[in-house]
């Protein structure tokens, strides 16, 4: 069973940064079959899709995001899924969440950012961004 453990979430002001970590330990299989991902949640909102990365380095984005954050991995046997946020604004504000599955699913050629895709989630962290 894989354990995902977020961190970096905060209050930050409207045009500032922050990034977002993410640790994953006890997954089963090696790291190039699964698919990882961030999603986010605003209250009163569906959980959405922010950036997803398969086990050959391709990555998509929300069109809301893109061009603003960026999608990065470990580059050692540490497991681990970084989200660069810039840019920030008001309505960035959510809970974050990393996901992984031990897939490889593809959306129109590109990682998947499907709630429904992903199995293994972590327990969210908060973002706030104020005016």
């Known amino acids: 069973q894989a354990r995902l453990d977020e961190s970096g979430g905060g209050s930050v002001e409207s045009g500032e940064s922050l990034t977002l970590s993410c640790e994953v330990s006890g997954a089963p299989g090696h790291i190039t079959n699964y698919c990882m991902g961030w999603f986010r949640q605003a209250p009163g909102m569906e959980r959405e899709g922010v950036a997803g990365m398969d086990g050959d380095g391709h990555i998509s984005y929300a069109e809301s995001v893109s061009g603003r954050f960026t999608l990065s991995q470990s580059n050692n046997k540490k497991r681990a899924l970084y989200l660069k946020m810039n840019s920030l604004t008001t309505e960035d504000t959510a809970t974050y969440y990393c996901?992984?599955?031990?897939?490889?699913?593809?959306?129109?050629?590109?990682?998947?950012?499907?709630?429904?895709?992903?199995?293994?989630w972590g327990q969210g962290t908060q973002v706030t961004v104020s005016i």
């Open positions: 996901a992984a599955v031990d897939l490889r699913i593809r959306v129109d050629g590109s990682p998947s950012l499907r709630r429904d895709h992903f199995r293994y």
